[in-house]
C-alpha cells in the first residue's frame, strides 16, 4: 500500500485558517513575521499566531522568532492589564515528521508556556485536514450536543450520564434549561425548591 502524500505547507494554513474562522476567530492583518508561512487570529479571548514550515528543521530552528514576534505584535496593541493580553497562543506546524531523535523536543515545545502557550503538530500528526482541526481543538468552541450513538446530545444526555455519579437528574435537568436559555442557574435552582 502506498504512503499518503504528506499535506503542503499552503493545505496546512488553509485548513487552520478555514478552522479558526469558522471557531469564531477574525484574521488580522500584519506584516510578514519571522520564518514559515504565517497567520494572526484573533477573537474577544485571545490572539493566535499559525506558523507552517516546510520541516521540523525549519520549526526548530524558527519557532523562537515567531515567538517573539507574536509577543511583540500583542504588546503594542493590548494593554498589560487586559486579559487578552495573557491569552496568546502560538500554533507551530509543520509537513514533514519529526526525526525519532527529536521527538522529545517536540514534547518539551508543547509544554513550554513561557510568553505563549504553545501548540504543536508535526508530519507524524497531520495526515489529513481533520487533523488540522485536532491541533487546534484546545482553541476551538467547545461542541456541546455532538451526536450520540442514540442521536441525542451531551446536554440532553447529562443527566442520566450524572445519575451514576449520584447528581439527582431533575437537578441537572433544571441546571442544563437555565444554561440553555442563559437564565441564572441558582435562581432555577432555588425557584425548583420553594415552588410546590
Known amino acids: 500500500m502506498a504512503e499518503p502524500n504528506p499535506l503542503t505547507s499552503s493545505q ?3 485548513a487552520a485558517t478555514e478552522y479558526l474562522l469558522a471557531g469564531g476567530y477574525s484574521r488580522v492583518e500584519v506584516s510578514a513575521a519571522a520564518g514559515g508561512t504565517s497567520r ?3 477573537d474577544p479571548f485571545g ?3 499559525v506558523h ?3 520541516t521540523w528543521d525549519d520549526l526548530h530552528s524558527q519557532w523562537n522568532e515567531a515567538q517573539g514576534s507574536l509577543v511583540e505584535l500583542m504588546s503594542a496593541h493590548l494593554r498589560q492589564r487586559e486579559p487578552k493580553s495573557w491569552e496568546g497562543y502560538l500554533v507551530l506546524l509543520c509537513s514533514s515528521p519529526t526525526p525519532t531523535s527529536e521527538r522529545n523536543e517536540v514534547s518539551n515545545l ?3 508556556t513561557n510568553r505563549v502557550r504553545k501548540l504543536v503538530a508535526t508530519g507524524d500528526e497531520l495526515e489529513t485536514l481533520e487533523d488540522v482541526r ?8 467547545l461542541e456541546v450536543n455532538p451526536p450520540g450513538p442514540s442521536g441525542a ?3 440532553d444526555r447529562l443527566p442520566e450520564l450524572l445519575r451514576d455519579y449520584g447528581v439527582d437528574p431533575e437537578l441537572t435537568r433544571i441546571v442544563v434549561d437555565a444554561f440553555i436559555s442563559n ?6 435552582i432555588h425557584e425548583s425548591r420553594t415552588t410546590p
Not at 485536532?134 to 468552541?141: F, V, W
Not at 437564565?183 to 432555577?188: A, K
Open 47 to 49: 490572539v493566535v499566531a
Open 12 to 14: 496546512l494554513v488553509a
Open 134 to 141: 485536532t491541533a487546534l481543538l484546545p482553541l476551538l468552541p
Open 110 to 112: 508543547r509544554h513550554d
Open 153 to 155: 446530545g451531551l446536554l
Open 40 to 42: 494572526v487570529f484573533e
Open 183 to 188: 437564565d441564572s442557574i441558582i435562581e432555577r
Open 52 to 54: 507552517v514550515y516546510d
